[in-house]
């Protein structure tokens, strides 16, 4: 069974610009249910999937940040190309720290990095279980019995882990650069998320050089906090974050 890979959406909904970004081993479907709420709301909004994301596993182990940075780079363009000068960027996990270096790489208006790592402490083996699930998923949904999945992902931990390591550099890189992120930000963790370092939204918080900053923690949400059980408060949060910005119009 071929399974359909995801695609990049552009929501069009005003004159007001987003750029979504979606997590590690996820897609665009990440972020969808955020910005079809944008949407409602009046803002267009993009959210590109990054190479190597959404096709078999064995894909995904030959990219690195820098190929997910060309995503991000297309993605921004792609809102520039279709006449936006005013853009303000969130992501999710690996999508929260290429908001960031966005948001010291572009003129934004703003930065919403959501569950975005700063620790690289025991994060390759986290990343490594995270790619083996995804890769037994992908399986399954391709229609392979368990003795086939269980023959590939035997084959499949042979593959050299550079992409997981590629993720800890660019988690030092953004670290580094923190202070170099002087827009408006809205910080965003949630209190059940047991993927990242649990003081990770207060150490962005602490380190941006943002005067108008704030940290929002969310008691019954994981990693994938757009998608769990307060993602109804958090979209009108971000809602409430982006209104609040200087847009021209």
């Not at 994301?53 to 997910?68: A, I, K, N, Q, R």
């Amino acid at each position: 069974m071929r399974v359909v890979p995801p695609k990049s959406f552009t929501f069009e909904g005003g004159n007001r610009a987003v750029l979504l970004l979606h997590g590690f081993t996820g897609s665009s479907a990440d972020v969808r249910m955020m910005g079809r709420f944008l949407e409602k709301k009046g803002y267009t909004v993009h959210a590109p999937v990054y190479k190597g994301h959404g096709v078999p596993p064995e894909e995904l182990m030959e990219t690195d940040y820098h190929d997910w940075w060309e995503d991000v780079k297309a993605g921004m363009n792609e809102l520039k190309e279709r006449g936006f000068d005013q853009i303000a960027v969130g992501g999710l996990s690996l999508g929260g720290l290429m908001a960031l270096r966005v948001a010291y790489h572009y003129d934004v208006l703003g930065v919403i990095p959501m569950s975005a790592p700063m620790s690289t402490f025991n994060n390759a083996d986290k990343l490594y279980g995270d790619v083996i699930n995804y890769a037994k998923e992908f399986k399954r949904l391709e229609g392979k019995d368990q003795d086939q999945i269980d023959k590939e992902i035997m084959e499949f931990r042979q593959l050299p882990t550079d992409t997981l390591h590629s993720v800890n550099r660019l988690i030092r890189e953004v670290a580094d650069g923190l202070d170099m992120v002087h827009v408006p930000a809205m910080i965003v963790q949630g209190e059940k998320d047991d993927m990242i370092a649990e003081d990770s939204a207060n150490i962005i918080y602490e380190e941006i050089s943002s005067e108008d900053k704030q940290i929002k923690w969310y008691p019954d949400s994981p990693h994938v906090i757009t998608l769990g059980n307060d993602r109804d408060e958090l979209n009108e949060d971000v809602y409430q974050f982006l209104d609040g910005l200087n847009w021209s119009k």
